[in-house]
């Protein structure tokens, strides 16, 4: 077979991965094109890739799912290779077809491949037929997908069931039942998450583990019928369905095991006649060593760095060489690898895990990776000034470790998340460092109930301690701003009274939850420029008596050091906050903070702030102390009701004029394809403002709930 010449390749994707696929055609000297959407115009990705054309509108179906402005852009550009990436059209037989019928190299499996086994109801059938020694879950994958035969079906395998979209991965349309009475509610939900994010309603139903480990093996093939693994990864941590961490290799799996499961994966793949990368995804008892078929991915996987990590191949160099024509036998480099040490991963995403991990946008105001400690590397698609929009997923970097041990990956993690800086929009990163540091998974035994039996470890309440530090920070960039903006008595010691009777207090809310207050007293003399203060850090207590009407202890000896903070400048978004580095002396402890500034209005402002001990950022929203106290009334009614970022209404679940208690669920919303409850934040009576499927903006009211008259 003679060999097709790769020259430009298109990468039909955005963010972490299509930089990723840039460097390593770079580094092989093939051009690349990116393509990107209307919020996509200044991404790195874009700027990467030596030349990028705009095809579209953000909202995915317009864009990055539209294959036929794909394939336009490849012709015009002259790119003869297309990169499908993960995610989008990666694993559409119909996408994968067009690119051939016009000519361009598709760089991954054949679209006969893509039919047979990227469906995983086609794949249980496929499996059944051609590879019977592959152990498959209990289950029911037939053409009927009515919802009364999909009921029967579930009570025929009896509960716990779990309910899969066939089209498509990545944790939706998928669904745990553990009893009857949830079933109709959940299907129909499942079918609705499928069909929107998949195009296909179709769901298959498997019996639930409640204790398994999630190991998946990565193969690859070649146009000759060779079929290689690289070994196994364990993807057990995992969120929503998602996975969070993934490392390799497994501590679950012995050699036997290993032995075993590589084998069944490259099994499946040589009757497939598979070529390029793909993922066979099994479940493990870990207690019984029996495994059972999950599917297989016909992409590239978003945690394939680890696999590079331990073996020292690019796995995109090899889909490129694979689609060039390369047979992988001859080339030798997957006959005798030789694996080294422990890699990890975890997935760094804009979400709050405090609150369900429900997802977050912002900007961007500082990312600096920690990449001086060795054997970290950062897959990202992020800078300075990057927004996190609505319409992408919530991942925005992906921190790779890699180690000689699992403990030394395990401590290294710990250490390069600590010392990485993220500022502007909330991220699990304090969430992944207290995995990092848990007992159980250090020790390596746990399944994928890790987060739910973890729970009071890894969500230990906050204490007036863990953000004392934050929280000086915060005012001290405050009182240095103020300072510097001062025109008129510069020569004045700062907050200097007359007759001394009070000290000044500023009011803070951490991370949209409890109130804290900083009272702090200037001891230091402008004229020969030392910068001392006493400070108090106290929780604020519903109904407690403000600090400026009661005497104020301020035990704690503060001293600022270096504060580089630049200037609020004006730019087309407001005004832009400061930030920048800040060092200081706590009650006697010197240490580094990052803090930024982000300004809503002259009295609206937040703080973010990282602390480089504890390792992760707070974020401070500013208390105004000038709003009055039925205004917040008003905005306890309102506010935890507003669409904080575009959404689409799924489902009313407490229409206008039910009554609800606390925490009970008023409606259920979908944004960066992940579905949220929209919970109750006190009794009262439901007023609803939308529809189902409506879609809407941000900053818009959805419900109320109002004190029921007695």
């Known amino acids: 077979m003679a060999p097709t010449v790769i020259n430009k390749v298109l990468i039909a994707n955005r963010g972490e991965i299509a930089c990723r696929v840039i460097q390593t055609c770079r580094r092989m000297g093939i051009a690349t094109v990116a393509v990107y959407s209307d919020s996509d115009e200044n991404a790195p990705f874009v700027k990467l890739a030596d030349e990028a054309y705009h095809i579209g509108a953000s909202v995915a179906a317009e864009s990055y799912l539209n294959g036929d402005k794909l394939i336009a852009v490849a012709h015009r ?100 039942v553990y009893d009857a009475s949830k079933l109709r509610e959940e299907i129909e939900a499942a079918k609705g998450e499928a069909l929107r994010s998949f195009g296909s309603d179709n769901l298959l139903i498997e019996k639930y583990f409640e204790s398994i480990r999630h190991v998946e093996i990565q193969v690859f093939g070649d146009k000759y019928g060779n079929v290689y693994h ?52 099994f479940i493990l008892d870990e207690k019984t060593k029996k495994f059972y078929f999950l599917e297989l991915n016909t992409r590239l996987q978003v945690e394939h760095p680890v696999t590079e990590a331990i073996s020292g191949l690019d796995l995109v160099e090899l889909q490129i060489l694979v689609a060039q024509g390369a047979n992988l036998k001859q080339l030798g480099i997957l006959d005798n690898i030789q694996f080294k040490g422990h890699a990890i991963e975890c997935r760094v995403c804009a979400e709050d895990p405090d609150n369900d991990f429900g997802p977050r946008t912002g900007l961007i105001r500082k990312w600096s990776p920690a990449t001086g400690i060795p054997g970290a590397r950062f897959d990202t698609g992020i800078e300075d000034g990057s927004e996190i929009s609505v319409f992408y997923d919530s991942m925005i970097a992906k921190v790779i470790v890699h180690a000689p041990t699992r403990a030394e990956a395990v401590r290294r993690m710990a250490a390069v998340l600590g010392r990485t800086v993220i500022l502007g929009v909330t991220t699990n990163q304090k969430f992944l460092i207290s995995i990092m540091n848990n007992p159980r998974f250090q020790s390596g035994t746990f399944d994928t109930n890790f987060i739910q039996l973890e729970k009071e470890r890894l969500f230990p309440p906050r204490s007036i301690q863990q953000v004392q530090s934050s929280v000086i920070a915060a005012m001290l960039l405050e009182w240095t701003t103020n300072q510097n903006q001062r025109v008129n008595l510069r020569n004045i010691q700062p907050n200097w009274r007359n007759i001394k009777w009070r000290v000044p207090v500023k009011k803070y809310t951490v991370n949209g939850q409890e109130e804290v207050q900083v009272a702090y007293e200037y001891q230091g003399n402008p004229q020969d420029e030392s910068r001392a203060f006493r ?42 906050g400061c930030s920048g580095l800040l060092r200081c002396s706590i009650d006697g402890s010197q240490r580094y903070f990052y803090v930024a500034e982000q300004v809503q209005d002259i009295n609206q402002k937040t703080y973010f702030v990282h602390d480089f001990v504890q390792g992760y950022p707070v974020e401070l929203q500013k208390v105004d102390r000038l709003t009055s106290a039925s205004a917040q009334s008003e905005d306890d009614r309102v506010t935890p009701y507003t669409s904080s970022m575009p959404c689409r209404i799924l489902k009313v679940l407490a229409p206008t004029g039910t009554i609800v208690k606390k925490n009970d669920p008023l409606l259920s919303i979908e944004s960066m394809k992940t579905e949220v409850k929209v919970l109750s934040r006190h009794e009262g009576v439901v007023t609803m403002r939308v529809e189902e499927n409506q879609l809407v903006d941000a900053r818009v009211l959805l419900c109320q709930v109002d004190e029921v008259k007695k």
């Open 77 to 176: 550009s002259g790119a003869d290779a297309l990169h499908p990436g993960y995610g989008f059209l990666s694993e559409n037989a119909d996408f994968a077809q067009k690119v051939k019928e016009a000519g361009i190299n598709f760089i991954g499996p054949t679209p006969e491949s893509i039919r047979a086994i990227g469906d995983k109801i086609a794949a249980k059938l496929f499996i059944t037929a051609n590879a019977p020694t592959i152990p498959l879950i209990p289950g029911y994958n037939g053409q009927d997908q009515s919802v009364a035969r999909l009921e029967q079906e579930a009570k025929r395998i009896e509960f716990p069931v779990l309910l899969k979209a066939s089209a498509g991965g990545g944790g939706r349309g998928m669904r745990a």
């Open 230 to 281: 690289i070994n196994e990864r364990d993807c057990s941590v995992q969120r929503r369905h998602q996975k969070v961490i993934e490392e390799t290799p497994s501590p679950a799996v012995d050699s036997a095991l290993r032995k075993a499961m590589t084998g069944a994966a490259v099994e499946l793949c040589r009757k497939l006649g598979y070529e390029g990368a793909g993922t066979a995804e």
């Open 535 to 576: 400070c108090g850090v106290t929780k604020v207590e519903e109904g407690a008596p403000a600090a400026e009407t009661k005497k104020t202890e301020l035990p704690l000896a503060v001293t600022l050091y270096d504060a580089r903070f630049g200037e609020q400048t004006p730019g087309p978004r407001g005004i832009q």
